[in-house]
């Protein structure tokens, strides 16, 4: 019979610990003042909301620009040329900054795989100690009822 080693003692698994971490709050207390907005302004821009107030905001500037009292008409048809360039704005500040965002929720997304690959050693390590202790006590029941049947045929005899 092969002998299977002494597993490894519990003391000395926890030894092997690691303390978990928290991925989220790590991830979040690394952000500068900017990049705080820009994940803010990613969470909201991808919102139903956000589409609702830039379709009324529109719409409310189209119909007072066409249809309002023309004393009220600031940006009058044809020209909407100060709607053009405030909507340009709108696209180009938000686009990097849903970039921006898009990229540090890439960086916790990365941050979170990587926290659950070391759980995942850490409870393959705890498995394989558990299966050597279970190994080593097939081994001594083994060897235990090995004795038994030896004493009872010599106690038979």
Known sequence: M???PKPIS???LRKLR?????INIEHEQGFSALERFAVWMTERVGTA????????????????NTL???NLRFDPFPA??????ISNMIQLFLLPLIMIGQNLQNRHLESRAE???EVNIKAEREIEAVLMHLEYQNEL???ILQKTEKDNVEKIS
Do not use: C, M
Not at 18 to 22: E, I
Not at 51 to 60: A, H, K, P
Not at 80 to 85: A, G, R
């Open 2 to 4: 092969n002998h299977t």
């Open 10 to 12: 519990i003391e000395e």
């Open 18 to 22: 690691k303390p978990l971490r928290d």
């Open 49 to 64: 909301g956000f589409f609702l107030v830039i379709f009324v905001w529109t719409i409310f500037w189209l119909t007072l």
């Open 68 to 70: 309002g009292p023309q």
């Open 80 to 85: 909407f040329v100060l709607w053009l360039f």
């Open 115 to 117: 926290a659950d690959y």
């Open 141 to 143: 029941i083994s060897k």
